[in-house]
């Protein structure tokens, strides 16, 4: 999502040269900045179109409120919604749309809510177990190490963090939260370490990142909200209207790969000479594959080495 106020957004000139396209074709265009953050990637795409209106989604209610002073000055031209990004479609419909020109999705952990240590999703610094995007409801990665059964537990690091040491993990966690209730970011961060055999620790990076993401994810239903809100979002535009989307992690990514490429393929034979305009694809692909950030952008942010950016276009109706 958004960066800090004072830090340049992931790949934010290439966005904003992706969605252009769609926004210059119309004289009223309107985009869905879906994941708002503290709303850098809408803040150009404003102050470089006039007419434009964007509606930035976000579940977090601090997200919104840092991006709404920082996007005051463009008045009514920004709108807020906070939501899950699954509620794409009825975002549109609340503020009287049926179609728009552009979606942008920056998936993942924020910046903000990284650095706010209270927030629980850094294994750094010592904080509740919390991980929640919207801390006004949902339950808490705490919630979820102290009562999980040992195989939902053992399921939720597998299948969200690839973690191939998951049962010595969880077996870890259960022996300690029958002493006392495992509520702390840098406890959890210890159990794991001390879980994965020596000779792994020493490559990889911190050995708690994988249990540490699986469990952002499971709180947060992010892999079933992504899979829920692609769909409605590629229904939503207009056809000319371009959808970008980036990644952080693999799971991510293969959801956005698999998509854009059953959308953007066409359904006639291919034995057959011509292409049959009913079954031509509906989208196409503006990236081809997927597009890394640039050198010099990683070395001035280091959150943008993992990013992996895909985009399609709406051809037909």
């Known amino acids: ?11 934010l000139e290439r966005c904003v040269e992706l969605l252009s396209p769609a926004i210059e074709r119309v004289p009223n265009a309107v985009v869905i900045d879906a994941t708002l953050g503290l709303g850098g990637h809408s803040e150009a795409l404003l102050e470089k179109f006039p007419n434009l209106v964007v509606i930035g989604i976000d579940r977090d209610l601090e997200a919104i409120a840092k991006a709404s002073v920082r996007l005051a000055k463009f008045e009514e031209r920004f709108k ?13 419909d609340n503020f009287g749309y049926s179609k728009v020109d552009g979606v942008l999705f920056d998936l993942g952990v924020s910046s903000m809510q990284i650095d706010m240590n209270e927030r629980g999703f850094s294994y750094s610094q010592d904080a509740p177990l919390d991980m ?5 409801q949902g339950v808490t990665a705490g919630d979820i190490v102290n009562t999980a059964g040992r195989d939902e537990l053992i399921s939720i690091l597998r299948k969200y963090g690839e973690e191939r040491f998951a049962p010595r993990i969880v077996d870890s966690i259960i022996r300690q939260r029958t002493i006392a209730p495992l509520n702390s970011t840098v406890m959890l961060a210890e159990i794991v370490k001390e879980s994965i055999p020596a000779a792994t620790r020493r490559t990889g990076g911190n050995p708690a990142k994988r249990t540490f993401q699986a469990l ?11 899979n829920r809100a692609l769909p409605d979002s590629l229904s939503a535009l207009k056809v000319g209207g371009r959808l970008v989307v980036m990644s952080f992690q693999s799971l991510e990514d293969r959801i956005v790969k698999k998509l854009f490429s059953e959308v953007t393929a066409s359904g006639t034979p291919r034995e057959l000479p011509v292409e049959l305009p009913q079954l031509a694809a509906k989208f196409a692909l503006i990236v081809k594959g997927s597009e890394s950030a640039s050198e010099s952008e990683i070395e001035l942010n280091t959150r943008s080495q993992s990013v992996r950016l895909r985009g399609v276009e709406r051809l037909a109706a």
């Open 132 to 136: 929640r995007m919207d801390r006004s």
């Open 216 to 226: 952002r994810i499971a709180v947060n239903d992010e892999l079933g909200a992504l």
């Open 80 to 92: 807020s919604f906070h939501a899950v990004y699954d509620e794409i479609l009825g975002c549109i």
């Open 1 to 11: 999502m958004g960066e800090k106020m004072d830090h340049v957004s992931v790949m």
